[in-house]
């Protein structure tokens, strides 16, 4: 029982909304509306010829799932076609797609300069793991271009920034950095999690590569890790591909049919739950036990302007806020008593879901990190993170009441 495959090419030029639910594999023979889902790790070959063929690099065809799977090349083009770049390759977790960018670019006796303020998985991995290896970074400020330029070695040969960053929402000038590595004969990588193709499109102001990690907003339910570096054929076919080939970070095929399907919704589920997030970010503003509220959508926000031009005008879904507390111990069981009383939120560290998330950072996703790292990265004791999700703003606002009506001012 077999139809035709349905082979219609899509047409050039179509918009990033389509291209979200249309840009893929074409169909199998079977004529399929929803994308297959190829659970398999291995594929039969037609014969002996073929397989040497295609284990030889010199025909296309699938061979075995840690190089490739159909499912997964799906996500690939699906991605690609959002963020605007050649090609992607998609990786275990946003965690593994860094190791696999570093793997494939760098070797000992390189260097990179990174913000301090990067999620702290991110300064962990370059900080410890990588120098272990003769990889050497230099942490800068995130947002003054400045120490970027400052930093530069003739050995310097990646620049990594993340923007906005993870808790702070701090914003930095993508096209300045894109210059600095040029200028300098390094590449630019951008961590568009926190915005996604969807409000950011890194390589439109020249970034070389994105990372993502999928678990996030591709997904946007909470269900999977994923990750995925998207940039030109030329790195993520002849340099990436080989890492992942070899050194395993392969993306699943069940996990990239479900952020592959996540992509569909991306678009509406970031301007609404950035709308929710403007809406709690200035409601927080006007809260009495509320000190700081960090929100690139606020005007407050220092970088705010930026964060407007480089993220469609929107300010993304992610905010943090901190409750009053003289010193740090008071600050912090003031955090604890705020995530405390909500009943509706999640507490939980992941962000990116439909679901909000509250999270105290500086001892969660952040707390892995010395005291100096964590003040270099201006993560106190009194901070929370908010991820808001597709609730009513009414309901979580009323969440966060409840705890913050009954703090000391
Ligand atoms: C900005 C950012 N980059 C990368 C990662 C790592 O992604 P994963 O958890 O999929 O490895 C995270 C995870 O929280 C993140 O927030």
Redesign the pocket.
């Known amino acids: 029982m077999s139809s035709k495959p349905n082979d219609r090419a899509l047409p050039e030029g179509l918009h990033p909304d389509t291209l979200a639910v249309r840009a893929a594999l074409p169909r199998s023979q079977y004529g399929e509306h929803s994308e297959a889902l190829y659970l398999t790790s291995g594929f039969v070959q037609p014969d002996a010829e073929t397989a040497a063929r295609r284990f030889a690099g010199t025909e296309d065809g699938y061979t075995y799932a840690r190089t490739s799977n159909p499912t997964v090349t799906s996500f690939e083009r699906r991605l690609a076609a959002m963020e605007g770049t050649e090609a992607a390759i998609g990786a275990s977790?946003?965690?593994?797609a860094?190791l696999m960018m570093i793997m494939g670019l760098l070797k000992a006796g390189d260097h990179v300069i990174c913000s301090r303020s990067?999620?702290g998985?991110?300064l962990n991995l370059f900080g410890k793991e990588f120098a272990k290896f003769g990889v050497e970074t230099s942490f800068v400020s995130q947002t003054d271009a400045a120490e970027w330029e400052a930093a530069l070695r003739p050995t310097t040969k990646l620049l990594f920034a993340?923007t906005p960053t993870?808790p702070l929402t701090d914003v930095c000038d993508i096209r300045a950095l894109a210059d600095l590595a040029h200028g300098a004969g390094a590449l630019l990588a951008v961590?568009n999690?926190?915005c996604s193709p969807a409000l950011q499109r890194p390589t439109e102001l020249g970034a070389d590569l994105i990372?993502h990690?999928?678990?996030?907003y591709l997904d946007g339910h909470g269900r999977v890790?994923?990750?995925a570096i998207c940039g030109p054929s030329k790195l993520i076919v002849d340099v990436f591909g080989p890492v992942v080939r070899t050194a395993g970070m392969a993306l699943a095929p069940f996990n990239a049919w479900v952020v592959l399907k996540g992509l569909e919704t991306l678009g509406i589920r970031m301007q609404a739950q950035s709308a929710n997030a403007l809406a709690i970010a200035r409601w927080l503003e006007a809260q009495p036990t509320v000190k700081r509220v960090y929100y690139p959508g606020l005007a407050s926000h220092p970088q705010h302007e930026l964060a407007m031009r480089q993220q469609s005008g929107n300010g993304g879904a992610v905010l943090s806020f901190d409750v009053h507390g003289d010193d740090p111990e008071t600050a912090r069981a003031n955090a604890f008593h705020v995530i405390n009383s909500t009943r509706v939120v999640s507490i939980a560290?992941?962000?990116g879901d439909t679901k909000t998330i509250i999270t105290h950072p500086g001892t969660t996703?952040h707390g892995r990190l010395t005291e100096a790292q964590r003040q270099a990265a201006g993560i106190g004791q009194g901070l929370i993170r908010l991820a808001v999700g597709l609730e009513h703003v009414a309901d979580v606002q009323a969440d966060l009441q409840r705890g913050l009506s009954t703090l000391g001012t």
């Open positions: 977790t946003g965690m593994g860094i990067m999620f998985s991110t993340e993870n961590d999690c926190f990372i990690s999928g678990t996030k890790m994923a990750g560290t992941n962000l996703s």
